[in-house]
């Protein structure tokens, strides 16, 4: 069973701060990484993709990725109210696999 | 900007009806992908589609069947609703089978 776990939080930031929100995975094949955003009500919205070892970097977000560790990070930066959203990791396993495997989601919540 | 419409945002329906989800896409995905939403379970995959006519199962199809006659759009059917069928059903498009998911705006199914 390919799993993908993260704390379900909720994690509170306050304004301003750097948000770091954490993923591992089971399956050592993995190839594909996503962060997806979801508010309240709404249907998951892509913000990261990554798919080799390090860093990437788009405006206030950084994803990081560890194969060897078999983790996945996002960093939000300069954290805003309207970052408060359930932040969901997404991977596929690759060797053909379809779709993506989810994990159950952070709650994060800026606080003003 | 990929475009996945979903026909119904809320539908409520009675045990043992059966139930027609509508996904229609304008990217020419060649992949479409039907989960479901529950809280404290995350999002879970219930079947998809590489081709046209194509389907495979996810991993919780019972219950489900799919119909994929256009490219562009991807039908998921309830044979006979049951009460624990009662979710949040999210479509998406990708244009590879383990890419980045470009999802619908949902549709909350209730099931009396």
């Known amino acids: 069973q390919k799993e993908v776990e993260q704390n379900s939080g909720p994690l509170s930031v306050p304004e301003g701060a750097i948000a770091s929100l954490n993923c591992t995975y089971s399956?050592?094949?993995?190839?594909?990484f996503f962060w997806y955003r979801q508010y309240s009500g709404k249907s998951p919205e892509l913000i990261m993709s990554?798919?080799?070892?390090g860093d990437k970097e788009d405006g206030r977000f950084t994803a990081q990725l560890n194969k060897a560790s078999q983790y996945v990070s996002l960093l939000i930066r300069d954290s805003q109210p309207s970052d408060s959203a359930t932040y969901l990791c997404?991977?596929?396993?690759?060797?053909?696999?379809?779709?993506?495997?989810f994990g159950k989601g952070t709650h994060l919540i800026i606080q003003p | 900007d990929v475009k996945v419409t979903q026909s119904s945002r809320y539908l409520v329906k009675r045990t043992g009806e059966k139930v027609f989800l509508e996904c229609v896409q304008d990217?020419?995905?060649?992949?479409m992908f039907w989960y479901r939403q529950d809280p404290g379970l995350g999002l879970r995959l219930i079947y998809f589609?590489?081709?046209?006519?194509?389907?495979e199962k996810g991993d919780i199809p019972e219950g489900y069947s799919v119909s994929r006659e256009k490219k562009e759009r991807f039908s998921l059917i309830l044979e006979s609703a049951s009460t624990n069928q009662t979710s949040m059903y999210l479509c998406?498009?990708?244009?590879?089978?383990?890419?980045?998911?470009?999802f619908g705006n949902g549709t909350r199914l209730t099931v009396t």
């Open positions: 399956d050592r094949g993995s190839q594909s």
């Open positions: 990217m020419d995905h060649e992949n």
């Open positions: 990554i798919y080799s070892n």
């Open positions: 998406a498009s990708s244009p590879t089978r383990a890419g980045a998911l470009h």
């Open positions: 589609s590489y081709d046209v006519k194509m389907k």
């Open positions: 997404a991977v596929n396993s690759g060797g053909g696999a379809d779709g993506l495997t």
